[in-house]
């Protein structure tokens, strides 16, 4: 179950940070490590504050974007200490987005997504995000080092491992990259029916990406919206050959 869940951290400024998230993360038995254009990678510091995780630092997988961190994972959790953001995802705390991860992990891989030290992650990269997690803080003092939410929230998901009434997601969800070429398709038959109209395009194809990554269609369900787009498709172009 864990083997499929894996911590990604974007564009992680010390080094350190990154030795200490593997530690962490060893200590929980979780083993996939994820970089998204880290500062400094390798490093003698990460190694030094991975302490007995090395092996973590040597397996991990280096990429130049999310998108391709996550692209195969059919369940991914945005992590910040703002509960308020331009685009509104559904809120979890630690504990309930630990037991939706693990609910989840036996049917696929998921990513816990950690943002930069001094800003978190973007709202373009919480949008690729299927739920928004938060570790419940002093409000007048919310904000942890990155090292010590992976380790809250790494311990969070161990222990609903452990917890042997933690009931089972059944549904079968669609990859990230399947989500993209859905948007993809969507956006483009929104155009084609001139629903978005080029001079007032407005954020439809935004609000209505954050409205199915909230919604989460399943895979059967995802394949029917795509039957639909593609006859609406066909619908126009034998209307344009009249």
Do not use: W
Not at 233 to 239: C, I, R, S
């Amino acid at each position: 179950m864990l083997s499929n869940i894996r911590v990604v951290l974007i564009n992680t400024f010390h080094p350190g940070n990154i030795g200490a998230a593997a530690r962490a993360m060893k200590n929980m038995g979780l083993t996939n490590l994820y970089l998204v254009e880290p500062r400094e990678f390798p490093s003698e510091e990460a190694d030094s504050r991975s302490a007995g995780a090395k092996d973590l630092l040597e397996n991990a997988i280096v990429v130049n974007t999310l998108e391709e961190a996550i692209s195969d994972c059919q369940l991914v959790i945005g992590t910040s200490a703002r509960t308020k953001r331009t685009f509104d995802l559904p809120l979890l705390d630690a504990r309930k987005g630990a037991e939706r991860i693990v609910g989840e992990a036996k049917q696929g891989n998921i990513a816990l997504v950690f943002g930069r030290e001094t800003m978190g992650l973007h709202n373009e990269e919480l949008q690729q995000c299927n739920f928004h997690v938060y570790i419940p803080a002093n409000p007048e003092y919310p904000v942890l080092n990155v090292s010590q939410a992976i380790q809250l929230l790494c311990y969070e998901v161990y222990v609903a491992s452990e917890n042997k009434t933690n009931t089972e997601q059944e549904s079968e969800y669609p990859r990230h990259k399947e989500m993209a070429l859905f948007y993809e398709h969507l956006e483009k038959v929104l155009r084609l029916t001139n629903f978005i109209i080029p001079n007032h395009e407005g954020k439809v194809v935004d609000k209505l990406r954050r409205f199915f990554n909230r919604s989460r269609p399943e895979r059967t369900e995802l394949n029917m919206l795509r039957g639909i787009l593609k006859s609406v498709e066909e619908t126009v172009e034998k209307l344009e050959k009249k």
